[in-house]
């Protein structure tokens, strides 16, 4: 997305780029070997770039922003794998399928001219093309079991 990383962050437990989103936003449907992620006003960070959002001293700056909306569909698959290793105790279910996108990101006007550098930045708004516009060249879902689950 060019000069901005939209994000939640990294977590005390150094767990990159992870946030919680509210039941209901997922889709998996196995048999049918579909999944849909929507999700709306996930509140996230736009750190500028993705070395600036890696770095926990941020030396360009984040400032609070919002995906207003976020759908991919996964879908049509292409191929099925299913792996399972009794030695590291894992089993898992595969769909190589065509996925979908389509987002829309906001850093909210005036929250960046706080942030040294990033004056130039705010009200930005992002928009992607329309799903049915979309490039896939890998995408994946599944189910795995591992550990105690297994």
């Not at 990159?16 to 579909?34: C, K, R, Y």
């Not at 890696?54 to 909306?69: A, R």
């Not at 329309?130 to 896939?136: E, G, K």
Request: charged share 25%.
């Amino acid at each position: 997305m060019g000069p901005h990383s939209y994000d939640p962050g990294v977590s005390e437990s150094d767990v990159l780029w992870t946030t919680e989103i509210p039941d209901g936003s997922v889709d998996f449907d196995f048999n049918e070997q579909e999944a849909v992620l929507h999700v709306r006003n996930v509140l996230v960070f736009d750190a500028f770039t993705v070395p600036n959002s890696l770095n926990t001293f941020h030396p360009l700056g984040k400032v609070n922003s919002v995906i207003n909306s976020l759908r991919i569909e996964w879908r049509g698959t292409t191929a099925r794998r299913t792996h399972r290793d009794c030695t590291d105790a894992f089993r898992g279910e595969f769909f190589e399928d065509v996925a979908t996108i389509e987002v829309v990101a906001t850093t909210p006007e005036g929250v960046a001219r706080n942030c040294p550098g990033t004056a130039a930045r705010h009200g930005f708004r992002f928009e992607s093309d329309p799903a049915h516009t979309s490039v896939s060249h890998f995408a994946q879902i599944g189910r795995e079991r591992n550990g105690v689950f297994f």
